[in-house]
């Protein structure tokens, strides 16, 4: 494990604090550890071969060794649940827009989750929510 702090990163809260692995078994399982024992708020856990990923519906997500970004964000939203209820497909738009403003390509949103181009899938969101007790 390797813990990284982005310097060129102009974000107050996402993605300061960046833990990357070469290898795990799930950003995911990883990152609901850590914000278990309450990890700084918008961390990011990043790994480059991502082996036992969670898909949709707890299906198994595959990576490709160094194809693929694999991450996942810790957020602690100040909100009620149910203001969450359109994040996935939020996070979709505001990469679609990202890319096309960055890039000049034309991604699409196959609801709730995945990133198209040119009929391709090309990446997915999930998001999940975990209610923590303090």
């Known amino acids: ?54 898909g949709t519906h707890e299906r198994k997500w595959h990576s490709e060794e160094g194809k693929n970004i694999s991450f996942t964000l810790i957020i602690y939203p100040k909100c009620a649940i149910s203001e969450l209820d359109t994040l996935t497909v939020d996070i979709a738009k505001c990469i679609v827009d990202t890319v096309y403003e960055i890039y000049g390509a034309k991604l699409d949103i196959k609801k709730p989750n995945d990133l198209m181009c040119n009929g391709k899938k090309i990446g997915g969101i999930l998001t999940q929510i975990t209610t923590l007790r303090k």
Do not use: P, R
């Not at 107050?12 to 990357?20: D, F, L």
């Open 1 to 54: 494990m390797k813990v990284k702090t982005q310097e060129k990163i102009t974000s107050e809260v996402i993605a300061k604090n960046i833990i990357y692995f070469d290898e795990l078994d799930s950003t995911q399982k990883y990152a609901k550890k850590l914000a278990e024992e309450g990890i700084e708020n918008g961390t990011m856990v990043l790994t480059n071969n991502q082996i036992d990923g969670i």
